[in-house]
């Protein structure tokens, strides 16, 4: 039994059982397919040579010596492909033109009969430069006299809603503005200002990019691809080659080897695609290595982020102010609407009647940043939840307590200005506390408590499409384009067309998705699938179910409403004992040719004007953790002896995949939290390999609980929302906040390494407060 | 120069010409289609290529494939006998352990090797010998359950 989104005790079959994953199979025994098992006859193998400058002009190339050597087939410049690309702000180039803008960037492209001869090739080519003053941090780089990274920026095409700052480095600015912060500072009895920054992450999937490209002499064009959203992919292709969209046919990897956000826009797809333009009717494949994913690919944004509080005597929120820096690095990706979603967020989710939010994504000369497992809320949340913390313990004031004295809940106003429905962020917020006995439990020396929320926005409004096959035998196929990168949509989709249709889940197959035969979806991002696509396919399902019911009621000579599907027969309500099978209602009608095609298309209904990263969301990503730390004084390690993550997913379609959403996100959130971070010398990547640049093995990851709150959303498929990007996002607060409990010295830069405590607590010793950001870029 | 060796896969035998610095991972996927052995990293960090030589789990991008004449190797593709599955792989299925898949034929190869040696290992046990199989998407958790269940040892 379950209480759907309308209040309505419903008894659901396959929603919120956990039946085993449909793709776990082929996993577990070798055989699913990724993009790197896939051959084609006559494939040539891409390799691209890369910019050892940060910032400079390329003077000339000369690839003569590499195009003679045998089994060469080809090389490629910038100066054969006059295009630019970018989903929110086109500024990219496929290969650099001109200039390079990062140390990492494709210059030079060579395809070859195999890998060896395309490396080799890649040594005999020659690229003069005159090196150009670079820029790493995002606010030395945000001010005017910094070294333009983008001349033409004042030219490049953008989205709406995007606002770039011509002159400058700035390629987006959002701005937030409710009440009148200034006059909310002056009724304030206290301000509080803090400052907060991270470091460049990784994705770290362990499949890097990879891509096939074949271009014929029409410029049709064929990809495969282990790309996040085939559909958003060919729309960036076809803007940039200026070709109808129906030229460009991407086809996706049956499986892709972890996402996280990172394998959107055009990254080895761009080499791929650069290569087979210039030579022809040949399948060119480029895969990445490690080190081009460290050094070429896509990054999390390092972020510095300043705010200010002001607050009332008794603990009353008044005002805020939020000003962020997003260092996008050498090209916008995804950045301009990372920069927004940050500046939605960037107040956190609590109701203050005065705030101020400038946020400002900054070019820098480093690897690009862009879409990263969270999408800007693991920086926004890191600031102001950190934030809120020390106002709570500076007033004297439980932070549980001051956290739910200020979170919205359903009837309040978010700070854009959004009525809040549906959404449980108060729950999750009392399931942390109660499970982890907040206030009650005794902590040991040098152990401490701390407890962070989050809200994260969902890119809204976009759609998805599917249709549902029901084949001549009643088996049925789902034609979606939500991409299986390891989330499991496969099985929650296929769950809901089993539910929805009324047929046993073994009976339904989901197709890989393929432009050409799968329809349209915005993409498999901002853990929008389970709702979006979700929802289309329900809708999909039971356009099939009405359909075949219709078909029945004429051979049964009965009322549509009286007859209904389970577990592949129609059946007349209230007579189980005469099951009609789907193929014989097909048959009596159709003969052997029969089928029913159903479809089904979601698009969220708008209570504000906008048509692209609107500041009204659909829903909101929310959650809440606790932990439980240990600092070693001597050595300033800190050990996670427990994590406990509630998250408001509206409705657990399959609860065993949810937690499992949880507990790899704590993964994330550790390292984040703990280790991870690029570093550099000027624009050098100095730890471009897992050895050097560690992720969280299972020796490092503390005891979880992970809890499920369901409150449902009106508008969700069974009131289900979204999981897969929360739970990296409060952890790390929640870590430095319990490092505070614990020890008293506060971290306000990611990540939060031993030496850091060592040296915060030596500074506490010696009685000072804060030290200054330390990694500021 | 090519060099002719002999490769005992999966119980069968293969007679092969291959450079000299080819990888057996290369090999393994590349002249034998047994494209569930995976190239996460090609330095030996990840583990995803993870494969067992003479009873041994080794990373299978840092070993020679000349250095594997005649010696016994199984991979991913070996693991189910007869089409039926081994107990970690059905373990693996009924735990959740497995989200994208890309890391899991390596840590499947990786505790199999240590149920042999060791078939009740604590979860310590379990956390040591997965150390150097990277996951990105699950947190371990599942694994190291489906590993103990696999052990016949309650995880609750």
């Known amino acids: 039994m379950a209480i759907d989104g309308t209040g309505v005790m419903e008894q659901y079959r396959l929603v919120g059982n956990s039946p085993i994953r449909l793709d776990a199979k082929s996993k577990v025994t070798g055989r699913a397919v990724y993009i790197e098992d896939i051959q084609l006859r006559g494939m040539l193998y891409g390799k691209v040579l890369r910019s050892k400058y940060a910032h400079a002009r390329i003077l000339n190339i000369d690839t003569s010596r590499a195009e003679k050597l045998p089994g060469v087939k080809g090389v490629v410049t910038g100066a054969d492909l006059p295009f630019v690309h970018g989903e929110a702000l086109m500024d990219k180039p496929l290969l650099a033109r001109d200039k390079v803008r990062y140390l990492g960037e494709g210059v030079v492209g060579v395809a070859a009969v195999d890998e060896r001869t395309a490396e080799e090739a890649l040594e005999l080519i020659e690229v003069n430069y005159e090196e150009l003053p670079a820029v790493f941090d995002p606010t ?11 001349e033409e920026l004042g030219s490049y095409h953008h989205a709406p809603g995007i606002n770039p700052i011509k002159g400058t480095n700035i390629c987006n600015h959002f701005q937030l503005r409710k009440g009148d912060v200034e006059k909310g500072f002056a009724e304030s009895d206290h301000i509080f200002e803090d400052t907060f920054t991270t470091g460049m992450v990784h994705h770290s999937f362990i499949e890097p990019h990879g891509a096939i490209c074949l271009i014929d002499d029409d410029n049709r064009i064929t990809l495969w691809a282990n790309n996040d959203s ?26 892709i080897g972890g996402n996280f956000g990172g394998k959107g826009g055009l990254q080895a797809e761009a080499c791929a695609i650069a290569l087979a333009w210039k030579i022809r009717n040949k399948p060119i494949r480029m895969m990445y290595t490690r080190e081009e994913e460290f050094c070429s690919a896509i990054v999390r944004h390092p972020s510095v982020i300043h705010l200010k509080t002001g607050v009332k005597r008794d603990g009353t929120l008044i005002a805020r102010q939020v000003k962020m820096y997003w260092a996008t690095g050498a090209y916008a990706e995804k950045g301009p609407t990372v920069c927004r979603f940050g500046g939605v967020s960037g107040a956190g989710p609590y109701t203050i009647p005065n705030v101020r939010v400038d946020s400002y994504c900054v070019y820098t000369n480093r690897q690009v940043a862009g879409a990263m497992r969270g999408y800007s809320g693991p920086q926004a949340a890191w600031a102001y939840e950190s934030h809120m913390d020390i106002i709570a313990r500076e007033l004297g004031i439980d932070p549980l307590e001051f956290r739910m004295n200020h979170v919205y809940t359903d009837g309040d106003e978010h700070t854009t200005g959004q009525e809040i429905f549906s959404e449980g962020l108060k729950e999750c917020l009392e399931k942390v506390a109660k499970s982890m006995e907040w206030g009650t439990k005794p902590v040991g020396k040098d152990r401490g408590r701390g407890i962070a929320c989050m809200e994260r926005a969902i890119k809204t409004p976009f759609g998805s499409a599917a249709f549902v096959k029901v084949n001549e035998d009643g088996t049925v196929e789902v034609l979606s384009s939500t991409t299986e990168v390891g989330q499991g949509s496969e099985t929650v989709l296929c769950q809901i067309v089993a539910e929805e249709l009324g047929v046993p889940l073994e009976w339904v197959r989901k197709a890989t998705p393929d432009t050409a035969f799968t329809p349209y979806d915005a993409s498999t991002t901002s853990s929008r699938s389970t709702f979006h696509m979700g929802n289309a396919v329900k809708m999909a399902a039971a356009d099939a179910r009405e359909q075949i019911i219709k078909l029945a009621a004429e051979s049964l000579e009965a009322n549509t409403e009286d007859l209904e599907i389970k577990d592949g027969n129609v059946y007349l309500k209230g007579v189980p004992e005469e099951p009609l099978p789907i193929p014989r209602v097909l048959g009596e009608h159709y003969g052997p040719s029969g089928t029913v095609l159903g479809r089904g298309f979601y698009f969220p209904e708008m209570k504000v004007p906008g048509k692209y990263f609107s500041t009204f969301m659909i829903f909101w990503l929310l959650g809440a953790h606790g932990v439980e730390v240990e600092v070693n004084r001597q050595t300033g390690e800190v050990k996670v002896l ?11 379609i399959h609860p065993s995949n949810c937690v499992g959403m949880i507990e790899g996100g704590i993964g994330f959130g550790i390292g984040f939290a703990f280790f991870e971070e690029f570093m550099f010398k000027g624009g050098t990547v100095l730890n471009p390999s897992l050895l050097s640049y560690k992720v969280p093995t299972a020796m490092e990851m503390p005891e979880t609980e992970s809890m499920l709150v369901e409150c449902a959303h009106r508008e969700g498929p069974y009131g289900a929302k979204g999981v897969g990007e929360t739970s990296n996002v409060p952890l790390p607060p929640a870590i430095a906040n319990a490092i505070y409990d614990a020890v008293g010295v506060r971290i306000k830069d990611l990540p939060i390494t031993p030496d850091k405590v060592l040296d915060a607590l030596k500074r506490k010793a010696q009685g000072e407060k804060d030290g200054p950001p330390q990694n500021r870029a | 120069m090519k060099k002719t060796i002999t490769l ?14 080819e990888t057996l991972l290369d090999v393994l996927r590349e002249e034998l289609a047994l494209t569930g052995t995976k190239k996460g990293c090609d330095s030996g960090a990840c583990g995803a290529c993870t494969v067992i030589v003479d009873g041994e789990p080794i990373l299978s991008c840092m070993t020679l494939a000349v250095r594997c004449q005649y010696k016994e190797i199984t991979t991913i593709e070996g693991l189910a006998q007869d089409g039926v599955l081994h107990p970690l792989q059905k373990s693996a299925i009924e735990r959740g352990a497995v989200q994208c898949g890309f890391c899991t ?17 604590t979860r310590e046990e379990v956390r040591t010998a997965i150390a150097g199989n990277i996951c990105r998407c699950t947190g371990y958790k599942r694994i190291e359950e489906a590993i103990l269940a696999a052990a016949g040892q309650n995880t609750e």
């Open chain 1, 140 to 150: 030395e780089a945000a001010k005017p006299e910094a070294p333009l990274i983008h």
């Open chain 1, 230 to 255: 085939p559909y958003r992919c060919r729309k960036e292709i076809a803007n940039a080659l200026n070709i109808p969209t129906s030229n460009v046919r991407v086809i996706s990897a049956p499986y």
């Open chain 1, 642 to 652: 427990k994590v406990y993550a509630a998250h408001d997913i509206g409705k657990a």
């Open chain 2, 8 to 21: 005992h896969v999966n119980g069968d035998v293969y007679e092969l010409s291959v450079e000299p610095n």
């Open chain 2, 105 to 121: 034929p390596g840590w499947l190869l990786s505790a199999k090797i240590l149920l042999e040696n060791n078939p009740a290992p």
